[in-house]
């Protein structure tokens, strides 16, 4: 594991240019996802090729752009971001990306490492005129009907594009090492006979949380580790019997273990008996 270190904590006066800058990043992010829609991502979108090239250019564009957010919020003091194993997601093509969810920047992260990868978004994004023209132009999935969205699922993932699911749901608790996960995530790669390849996101510092407004910026930079687990290959879980819902349950505990273990904050120690 990367040896991190806890960053200080700002009072006072002190905390003023963090909070602005923060907050400012936002508005950037925001007016930023507008102007792109109305002006840059259509017209990626109505440049010559086929329809895979266009979505292609666009999750590139909307790739570097999130890479230059991640890199404001740097700027900013509000995050640091750390990797290892970062060739796995280079090298991956048509996989199910899976990761825990402790802040509101979690999937921004994850997409600015990552070029070719679309994800699943709440239906209300797509009624959001700041992010409605990003998610549609860059071929992300709507959450709905279970098999409307297992068939978008499937044809993301037979194209080569990966695909990141937060098998929680939702961001994690404060008071939790991660939420239960649901079967999403597993039915998912079952169903589609696609691997998966495990993220965990490891924070120093608790901010940006469910629990708090997108405006309270954390007073202490959250140190993100971003690791990159070995791929876990579907076909293994075939062997056993009891048809897909056992096999998705059985893999959902394996997945959520895995986690568990590795959030474990004696994870070092326990790893090396």
Not at 34 to 56: A, M, Y
Not at 114 to 141: D, E, H, T
Not at 237 to 255: I, N
Request: hydrophobic share 40%; proline share 4%.
């Amino acid at each position: 594991m990367a040896k991190t270190i806890e960053a200080k904590r700002l009072t006072g006066i002190a905390y003023i240019p963090r909070w602005l800058g923060g907050v400012s990043c936002y508005i950037v992010f925001g007016l930023g996802g507008l102007l792109s829609s109305l002006t840059l991502l259509p017209l990626l979108r109505l440049w010559p090729g086929t329809p895979q090239q266009k979505t292609t250019r666009v999750q590139r564009a909307v790739h570097r752009m999130f890479r230059g957010f991640v890199g404001m919020l740097t700027w900013a003091g509000v995050i640091r971001v750390s990797t290892q194993h970062l060739e796995r997601l280079a090298e991956a093509q048509g996989k199910v990306i899976i990761a825990n969810h402790p802040t509101l920047v979690d999937v921004v992260v994850l997409i600015s490492l990552m070029p070719n990868v679309g994800c699943i978004v709440k239906q209300g994004l797509w009624r959001n005129p700041f992010m409605r023209g990003v998610v549609s132009s860059a071929g992300y999935i709507p959450n709905r009907g279970a098999d409307l969205l297992l068939s978008d699922c499937k044809g993301v993932l037979a194209q080569g594009t990966n695909l990141i699911i937060f098998p929680e749901g939702t961001r994690t608790h404060i008071s939790a090492v991660i939420n239960e996960f649901a079967r999403g995530a597993a039915n998912i790669a079952l169903r589609t006979k696609t691997d998966l390849i495990p993220v965990v996101l490891r924070t120093t510092a608790v901010g940006l949380t469910k629990q708090q407004p997108w405006y309270e910026i954390p007073r202490q930079t959250i140190g993100m580790n971003v690791e990159v687990g070995e791929t876990i290959e579907h076909i293994r879980y075939y062997a056993q019997s009891g048809g897909d819902a056992k096999m998705a349950r059985q893999l959902t505990r394996d997945l959520e273990n895995y986690y568990k273990q590795q959030l474990d904050t004696n994870y070092e120690l326990t790893k090396r008996n």
